[in-house]
């Protein structure tokens, strides 16, 4: 680019880049990422500058680079990255699955013969560990509801899946 391009170049991006992060902003929803699609836009404008200078559309091929820039990151497949603070056992070569898919088949069909409320009550009883008072709490009933409710809903499972107990013994033996 000769320096009459890259001085015209520069006050297009000074003149109009709070406009294409104001846009960019509106298609990302995330400030940096905006700034990131305005820059990854704005040099692909740059490589086009002498066409695009010509034309007289600079905003235009902007704008709509940072639309194809948009569209090809949603494309892209995701990894979602997370650092566990323990790291899981490592499994010995000889590990059957077999069994863990059955047990959680039984509790899946289990849980789902209890009505909502049943299941609500002992997932914060059970899963999130939370006492009697606090399950009551959260769900707005008294204590005595959520002790019938936990009573009704383990009865409902030692009657119609009486092995989830062995399952769930042999799993933390």
């Known amino acids: ?91 010995t070569p000889g590990d059957d699955h077999a069994h863990e898919l059955e047990r959680r088949d039984v509790l899946r069909r289990a849980l789902a013969r209890l009505t909502v409320k049943q299941r609500t009550v002992l997932v914060l009883r059970f899963y999130e560990d939370r006492s009697v008072k606090d399950t009551a709490e959260t769900l707005g009933c008294s204590e005595g509801t959520v002790k019938s409710q936990t009573a009704k809903a383990l009865g409902v499972l030692r009657r119609h899946e009486p092995n989830l107990t062995e399952l769930y013994a042999r799993s933390f033996a």
Not at 36 to 65: C, F, I, K, M, P
């Open 1 to 91: 680019m000769t320096t009459d391009s890259t001085r015209e170049f520069a006050a297009f991006v000074r003149a109009r880049s709070p406009a294409l992060i104001r846009s960019a902003y509106l298609l990302t929803g995330d400030q940096h990422l905006a700034e990131d699609l305005v820059q990854s836009a704005l040099a692909r404008t740059h490589r086009a500058w002498r066409r695009v200078e010509r034309l007289g559309n600079a905003e235009a091929y902007t704008r709509r680079a940072m639309y194809h820039l948009q569209v090809s990151w949603w494309r892209k497949p995701r990894v979602t990255e997370y650092y566990p603070e323990q790291l899981p056992e490592p499994r």
